[in-house]
């Protein structure tokens, strides 16, 4: 009983959900590749000052 009216809920639900068209899948796609790219390098390069400052004063 309890399910049925969880069940019928979420149909109710995902009705009344506006989903992303292609083109604004394709931004946010591209959006959080570009951030991920950016944040590799940038960490990246952190590591590389870290390891030869380490180095350095060893």
Do not use: C, H, Y
């Amino acid at each position: 009983m309890r399910f049925a009216r969880f069940l019928k809920s979420v149909v109710d639900e995902m009705k009344v959900v506006t989903w992303p068209t292609a083109k604004e899948n394709r931004r946010d796609t591209s959006t959080v590749l570009g951030t991920s790219i950016i944040m590799a390098i940038f960490l990246g390069a952190v590591d590389w000052i870290v390891q030869w400052a380490l180095t350095f004063l060893a």
